[in-house]
């Protein structure tokens, strides 16, 4: 799990509304691998996940103007990136292709590669859980538990009530240890 999201750096809105280029390439630098993540973990397709973090990056720098700057920056771009993963999920044309991450699986041979398999199993069981979640509970979980958000940051990010954010989570936990038991 990654740390919560600290406080954006100073100034960094006032640079990005002025326009400055290494604002902007400082807000990407930031926030690449989380926005990135979330969409693979919500798509399961690494070239699906890069065009949605393009995406939220041409978006984010199209509207900073409109950015009131009531949220951080990163609660900000995680709404934009959510949306645009639940949009691309509900889409009746998508295409889905897991090739490409086939090979993430495979452990290295090596004194200890019986530990290695048993870790790359967990792990492909553990993403193929997270991928048969419901939409709603699997971004829920995947922003708090992986990306580590706290509960305000992921009610501000989705736009649901916090009772709506700890229901979902709670559900996507018991669903991910029934699915994970004969791990335990």
């Not at 103007?65 to 009746?92: H, K, M, Q």
């Amino acid at each position: 799990m990654r740390e919560a999201l600290g406080a954006d750096p100073a100034g960094l809105l006032e640079r990005l509304r002025g326009g400055d280029p290494r604002a902007f390439e400082q807000l990407v630098i930031a926030y690449q691998h989380r926005v990135f993540g979330v969409a693979l973990r919500m798509l399961g397709s690494r070239a699906e996940a890069e065009e949605i973090a393009q995406e939220v990056f041409l978006r984010a720098h199209r509207a900073i103007g409109e950015f009131r700057g009531d949220a951080r920056l990163g609660t900000w771009l995680y709404a934009i990136a959510s949306r645009l993963c639940l949009n691309r999920l509900a889409a009746p044309d998508r295409r889905v292709t897991r090739g490409d991450d086939a090979l993430a699986d495979v452990p290295a041979a090596g004194p200890d590669a019986a530990a290695a398999a048993e870790r790359a199993e967990l792990n492909a069981a553990l993403r193929a859980a997270i991928a048969e979640l419901p939409e709603d509970r699997r971004i829920v979980l995947v922003l708090r538990d992986v990306e580590g958000l706290t509960y305000d940051e992921i009610v501000e990010a989705l736009g649901l009530e916090p009772g709506t954010v700890r229901s979902r989570l709670h559900r996507a936990r018991l669903q991910l240890k029934e699915k994970l038991e004969r791990f335990a």
